[in-house]
């Protein structure tokens, strides 16, 4: 939890969001270390996705969030955000500004952001605690008009990116390696989304979107979260 800056509301802002799974390992705390291709868990006996590393913010978004369907309208739209934000940055990067992101971008409430003008612009540009590149702050002010209009034109967001998702599930990776960063969907995706006014969503980003947000399972065949692994039932999704 974060507490909120000056000129801001007191309320405590939660790291995790309404998608967030959490995924207990039979209720024992976690013992990991680097194995191979792989991420062990040597009291559980459970593997991880080789990226998630030695991590523990990213392995608690390995095992807690990615892949987790979500439908949630403003924790889709902070997807969207936050994944613009990590272009040409590394993701871990991004998980440890993130409770900062939302803090200075009031929760990520579209219609709020939608209406930040130049004092919003400076003090997001003044903010330590974020990615101060200007370009991707004024995207990030784009992106909220344009995923209201979203919103009004099909009733929902999570209705609109949702028919996105793949006909037939992809083939599981069988390692790091296998990780597809583009797919035919997300060039659809993407297309559709810059022709809609949005901004920092290349087929690249469109794709760790999906990845984030569940429309694509990408986790190993043998991690312990892909779908169809024994393992993937320790908690609801």
């Given at each position: 939890?974060v507490?909120?800056?000056?000129?801001?509301?007191?309320?405590?802002?939660?790291?995790?969001t309404?998608?967030?799974?959490?995924?207990?390992?039979l209720?024992?705390k976690a013992n990991v270390?680097?194995?191979?291709?792989?991420?062990?868990?040597?009291?559980a006996?459970?593997t991880r996705c080789?990226?998630?590393?030695?991590d523990?913010?990213m392995?608690?978004?390995h095992d807690?969030?990615?892949?987790?369907?979500c439908?949630d309208d403003?924790d889709?739209?902070?997807?969207?955000i936050l994944?613009g934000f990590q272009a040409?940055?590394?993701?871990?990067?991004i998980?440890?500004?993130?409770?900062?992101?939302?803090?200075?971008?009031d929760?990520?409430?579209?219609?709020v952001?939608s209406?930040?003008g130049p004092?919003d612009?400076?003090r997001l540009?003044?903010n330590t605690?974020i990615v101060r590149?200007?370009?991707?702050?004024?995207s990030?002010?784009?992106?909220?008009q344009?995923?209201?209009n979203t919103?009004?034109a099909?009733?929902t967001?999570?209705?609109?990116?949702w028919?996105f998702?793949?006909d037939?599930?992809?083939?599981r990776?069988?390692s790091?390696?296998?990780?597809r960063?583009?797919s035919?969907?997300?060039?659809?995706?993407s297309?559709?989304?810059?022709?809609r006014?949005?901004?920092f969503v290349?087929?690249?980003?469109s794709?760790?979107f999906?990845q984030s947000?569940g429309l694509?399972d990408?986790?190993?065949?043998?991690?312990?979260?892909?779908?169809?692994n024994?393992?993937?039932t320790?908690?609801?999704?």
């Open positions: 939890m507490t909120a800056a000056a000129g801001k509301s007191a309320a405590a802002v939660p790291i995790w309404p998608c967030f799974a959490p995924w207990r390992l209720g024992k270390m680097t194995g191979g291709h792989e991420l062990h868990d040597t009291i006996g459970l080789e990226w998630a590393g030695n523990p913010i392995i608690a978004y807690e969030e990615w892949g987790v369907p439908h403003r889709l739209f902070e997807r969207l994944e040409g940055l590394s993701w871990s990067i998980l440890r500004k993130r409770p900062a992101f939302i803090q200075a971008f929760r990520f409430d579209a219609q952001i209406n930040y004092e612009m400076a540009l003044a605690g590149n200007r370009l991707k702050i004024e990030a002010i784009t992106n909220a344009a995923f209201l919103q009004d099909f009733g967001f999570n209705a609109y990116i028919a998702a793949p037939i599930p992809p083939l990776p069988s790091l390696s296998d990780l960063s583009t035919p969907e997300s060039d659809a995706m297309k559709d989304l810059k022709r006014g949005f901004r290349g087929s690249t980003i794709y760790a999906m947000i694509v990408d986790h190993v065949e043998t991690c312990f979260r892909a779908s169809g024994p393992h993937a320790l908690a609801p999704r």
